[in-house]
């Protein structure tokens, strides 16, 4: 394979390449950077391309495994993080232009996990305006490379466009109420939502703070599982990241998954949801019960209030996160952000208080449904492939960011690890995904049944025509 063929190559295959000799990291990069230039007029996907700091990284990592000194299997391999996790000196703006000017004076705890791993940074990634549903009325979304009209997901979808288009061989995305899961079912990608506090927060830009998961976005769910292996651990910049070790999440993926408990709830399955939505989950419930795993059918726990009370618990987080520049400069905000933290000032300690009664009930309610099945497999979104017309209004719909939330948003309340795997296509060629969700820390079995099920099939090797 030529360079010019490379940059859709899984991530752990690049690094068997790189730790070989095989691929030098900073051709590899120098590839890279000019694929990033070609498609940045189409794609949109990047919000700032770290060219100099890439290519002294990618001399460095050169240099280093040249004499033996290998970091990991993300050594020498170019990777890039959504902007609103903090670069040193680089502008962070969280696809706000309010922040345009913004250059943090440290990294982020997971870009530093990224340099010291010896990752290649190749740039930032775009998003909606401060991680929420729309992109700022100033700045151009991300296009969806299977096809421009359609959408290319929300919060992180500059990092479902380069992943999916060969730009980064993995990227960081957020989730708030869905926000990795979205652009990795519109891009046909894998993306892992951790555990709340699985991996820290530290220097990344708030959407609602309880909420707000980081997390890898991916080809493969190997290449997740060396993402997340990098990232995830105790931070004491971060006191609600996790204490537990990290395992190896890698060694792991080649045990079978014959016995693990995967519970079906067919009515919240099928209720309000797609035809294709539906087969593509039937097609994946067969495949993983080829390979061994008991499928149980179960009742799940009605998510109906959680997702009705996430949204003014999003909105009161979010208020406090932008107080230092809301409501003085409302007017530098898009109508999407500024009406979702209008909701939350407006919000009294009465309502809040409710809210979080509503949640912790939730959450006992699923932590006790996960003592009788090992994953829950449910769809990514209740419509396969929407089009960027029908999104376009999606954060002052509040009506239809409730059924966009219905498969997502529960888990942000409960803390649930969940995984994104591409499992089909549309009539008209769009990929559509389904997730599998587990109990809290148990991200390496949520590995272990992706890496599975994606042996087993082919629809995370297909690729965007760009």
């Given amino acids: 394979m030529s360079l010019k063929d490379i940059h859709y190559l899984d991530l752990v295959e690049v690094a068997r390449r790189i730790r070989a000799g095989a691929l030098s990291p900073v051709a590899l990069t120098q ?49 890039a993080v959504k902007d609103l996790c903090y670069t040193k000196g680089i502008a962070t703006a969280a696809g706000m ?21 010896g990752a290649v940074l190749l740039g930032k990634l775009q998003l909606t305006e401060g991680a929420f549903a729309d992109h700022h009325p100033s700045i151009a979304p991300p296009v969806n490379p299977w096809h421009k009209d359609h959408w290319s997901g929300a919060s992180s979808s500059g990092s479902g466009v380069a992943t999916a288009a060969g730009l980064c061989f993995a990227s960081l995305g957020s ?9 990795s079912a519109a891009n046909g990608v ?10 820290s927060r530290y220097g990344v830009f708030a959407l609602a703070e309880s909420l707000d998961h980081i997390g890898p976005m991916t080809r493969s769910a190997a290449d997740a599982a060396a993402v997340l292996g990098v990232i995830a651990g105790a931070d004491p910049n971060d006191p609600t990241a996790r204490q537990e070790p990290v395992p190896n999440y890698l060694a792991g993926l080649e045990r079978p998954i014959r016995g693990v408990r995967i519970g079906v709830d067919r009515s919240l399955n099928t209720t309000g949801v797609d035809k294709t939505m539906i087969g593509v989950v039937d097609d994946a419930l067969a495949v993983l019960s080829s390979l061994g795993a008991e499928i149980r059918d179960v009742t799940f726990p009605s998510p109906d209030e959680a997702v009705k009370v996430w949204l003014p618990l999003c909105a009161v987080e979010t208020a406090v996160a932008h107080e230092a520049t809301f409501p003085k400069q409302a007017d530098q905000y898009g109508p999407g952000v500024r009406g979702l933290i209008e909701l939350g000032r407006g919000l009294s300690g009465f309502d809040l208080t409710k809210i979080q009664l509503v949640r912790e009930a939730f959450r006992g309610r699923v932590a006790a449904f996960f003592q009788d ?5 449910i769809p990514a979104q209740y419509t396969a492939s929407p089009t960027t017309a029908m999104m376009a209004t999606l954060g002052q719909d509040e009506n239809a960011l409730l059924m ?18 591409p499992g089909g296509f549309t009539d008209k060629g769009l990929p559509v995904a389904f997730q599998l969700v587990s109990r809290h820390m148990e991200e390496d079995l949520l590995l272990r049944a992706g890496h599975a099920f994606q042996l087993a099939t082919d629809w995370h090797k297909r690729r965007p025509p760009v």
């Fill in 190 to 199: 894998t993306g892992l939502k951790p555990t709340w506090g699985r991996v």
């Fill in 31 to 79: 590839a890279m950077l000019e694929r990033i230039e070609k498609t940045q007029g189409t794609l949109k996907s990047y919000a700032t391309v770290t060219a100099d700091l890439a290519m002294q990284q990618a001399r460095q990592a050169e240099a280093e495994i040249g004499r033996g000194a290998w970091r990991g299997p993300l050594h020498g391999v170019p990777i």
């Fill in 404 to 421: 966009l939330l219905r498969f997502t948003a529960p888990f942000d309340m409960t803390g649930s690890p969940t995984i994104t795997l």
């Fill in 97 to 117: 232009p309010i922040h345009a000017d913004f250059r943090p004076d440290h990294d982020a705890t997971v870009v530093q996990r990224f340099a010291d791993a």
């Fill in 373 to 377: 099945v090992d994953l829950l497999l």
């Fill in 175 to 183: 989730d708030t109420g869905g926000s990795i899961r979205f652009p």
